[in-house]
């Protein structure tokens, strides 16, 4: 089992930047993948930012250049999403997730972002 606590969420002017934090723990060493997803109201939940337990990045293009997910240790145990140059499209509570060896997914309560033009 793995646990996980978002952070960083808020309301911040357009051009403005947040820096979100997902707390991991339990199971922590059996994370491989650890993602950002983002749900608008009344959109599906898309994934925005994905790095691996190998370091490997990945975004959605629509925040390529503008966010960067990165580890702040080597065990896994917090994942930041830095998002620079928000745009009120970028609203919506933003979930983190890890997935395990096995299969298994996990996730976090949400944080809200907020962006006024």
């Known amino acids: 089992q793995v646990q996980l606590v978002e952070s960083g969420g808020g309301l911040v002017q357009a051009g403005g930047f947040l820096r979100l934090s997902c707390t991991a723990s339990?199971?922590?060493?059996?994370?491989?993948?650890t993602h950002w997803y983002r749900q608008a109201p009344g959109k599906q939940r898309e994934v925005v930012a994905t790095?691996?337990?190998?370091?490997?990045?990945?975004y959605v293009d629509s925040v390529k250049g503008r966010f960067t997910i990165s580890r702040s240790n080597a065990k896994n145990t917090v994942v930041n999403l830095q998002m620079n140059s928000l745009k009120p499209e970028d609203t919506a509570v933003y979930y983190c997730?890890?997935?395990?060896?096995?299969?298994?997914?996990?996730w976090g309560q949400g944080t809200q972002v907020t962006v006024s033009s």
């Open positions: 339990g199971s922590t060493s059996s994370i491989i993948v």
């Open positions: 790095i691996t337990s190998g370091g490997t990045t990945n």
């Open positions: 997730s890890a997935v395990v060896r096995g299969g298994n997914k996990f």
